[in-house]
């Protein structure tokens, strides 16, 4: 079977890759992800600046098992690193490389944009709408003036094909008008649904306390919790933007999940719980999966079941 897909216009040898923020921080990281069974990798959003982030305990896989609490607050080694790591990369490797940038002012994207775009290197920009953790700042992605008017400044700076990554929607006329915006921008060619869950509590039964130290424990979702919300994302985007691709990202444990992903429309699926606790060798575990689930349904590539789902 075909695990290949294409995502702005580039090939990936199969549709897994990393969620940004999960091993992708520091060039090691990076180089684990290169050495995977990963068909792609992307950068941890970067600010302007050099962040360490928040205080720990700041991330942690929940005891039900269902999935995880975060409250990194953007820790990220500024945009330069990243951009020097762009430079230096191995576009003639199969794995196309995508940059997350998520400045705190719509004048840091900017400027964050403006050398990624004079560089004019083969990566991919994702513009990050959506981190849920640092305290004072609102997410854009919720704030849908705000959000067109940051697109009408970037899109025409960026130039080339982009993405953005976006919060969860839980209302579908939040839906219909965020699609609204992004049919307005051509070159956004692709979003990437969904970033956590925001601002979820954790509480340990025994101690009675929160389980992570920043902003009183209160942290974004990710893991198997948040698959049916991220497929609804995948699916109200992908009906509503039928120019562009969606990314899934949400709740993947195994084949099954990615299988899910594909149906509801995604055109590549990335993995941050799941990722995050098992490590790179998750990639070559769910792309075997992901195999023997279409050889038993008798399907061999994406194309033949993407956006598939079937209604009632
Ligand atoms: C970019 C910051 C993000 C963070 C973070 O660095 O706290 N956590 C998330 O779950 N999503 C984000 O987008």
Request: net charge positive.
């Given at each position: 079977v075909d695990l290949s897909t294409k995502v702005a216009g580039l090939s990936l040898p199969n549709l897994l890759f990393n969620a940004s923020g999960v091993c992708c921080q520091t060039e090691a990281d990076l180089k684990l992800m290169i050495e995977s069974e990963s068909g792609s990798l992307i950068t941890k959003s970067a600010t302007y600046e050099y962040r360490e982030g928040n205080p720990s305990p700041r991330y942690?896989?929940?005891?039900?098992?269902?999935?995880?609490?975060?409250?990194m607050g953007l820790p990220n080694e500024g945009y330069e690193y990243y951009l020097n790591f762009a430079k230096n990369y191995d576009y003639s490797s199969k794995k196309p490389l995508f940059i997350s940038l998520s400045g705190?002012?719509?004048?840091?994207?900017?400027?964050?944009?403006?050398a990624f775009v004079a560089a004019d290197l083969p990566c991919v920009l994702e513009v990050?709408?959506?981190?849920?953790?640092?305290p004072?700042?609102?997410?854009?992605?919720?704030?849908m003036e705000a959000m067109e008017n940051a697109l009408n400044v970037l899109a025409p700076l960026i130039k080339k094909p982009f993405g953005v990554k976006l919060p969860p929607y839980f209302d579908i006329a939040h839906f219909d008008t965020a699609a609204a915006i992004f049919n307005k921008f051509d070159n956004l060619v692709y979003v990437t649904c969904i970033n956590s869950v925001g601002n979820g509590l954790a509480i340990d039964f025994e101690t009675e306390s929160a389980l992570i130290k920043p902003k009183d424990g209160f942290g974004g979702l990710g893991g198997l919790m948040v698959l049916n919300t991220a497929l609804a994302n995948v699916n109200a985007f992908y009906r509503r933007l039928p120019t562009?691709?969606?990314?899934?990202?949400?709740?993947?444990?195994?084949?099954?999940?990615?299988?899910l992903h594909v149906l509801?429309?995604?055109s590549a699926v990335q993995i941050g719980t799941t990722l995050k606790e098992e490590g790179p060798t998750v990639f070559a575990r769910i792309n075997?999966?992901?195999?023997?689930?279409?050889?038993?349904?008798?399907?061999?590539?994406?194309?033949?079941?993407?956006?598939?789902?079937?209604?009632?």
């Open positions: 942690l896989p929940l005891p039900s098992g269902l999935g995880s609490i975060n409250s705190l002012s719509l004048a840091d994207n900017v400027k964050m944009c403006e990050n709408f959506s981190c849920p953790n640092v004072g700042k609102p997410q854009l992605g919720y704030d562009k691709q969606v990314i899934g990202v949400g709740g993947v444990t195994s084949g099954k999940e990615v299988f509801a429309g995604a075997k999966e992901l195999t023997d689930i279409m050889i038993a349904k008798g399907y061999k590539s994406l194309d033949e079941f993407r956006g598939k789902v079937k209604t009632l």
